[in-house]
């Protein structure tokens, strides 16, 4: 595995390939998903210790953490404010980076009177695989 652009970070083995698989998958991995792909690469790690590097990751801000609903938290690789797409049928989440019409702000902003600092939204649906 590259790790070349992990080592500057000054981040101990587990928490290199911890970062590492997040860092890898397109999706967005529960801390179950990260453990058992961080055990593939390194077999003595612990949950608890894969937890606990989620938890420092992501107070370090080399990660995030999203959560829909009451399902299980996910950790996201992108960092900059993003929105997402989420199968309705298997779970599946997609990012979305795109820009906001400032209309629909606009619009948000006058309904609750709120003074607007961000905006996201999820995109709930059917993905390609599931609606083939
Ligand atoms: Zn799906
Ligand atoms: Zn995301």
Known sequence: MDNSDLQDLGLTRQREVVLHVIRESLGHLTANEVFSRAKQLLPSISFATVYNSLRFLKGAGHITEIQFGNGASRFDRLTSRHDHALCIKCGALVDIEMEHPQE?????????????????????????????
Not at 104 to 132: H, M, W
């Open 104 to 132: 629909l702000v606009n619009q948000a902003a006058a309904y609750s009177k709120f003074k607007p600092e961000s905006l996201e939204f999820t995109l709930r649906g059917i993905c390609p695989d599931c609606a083939r």
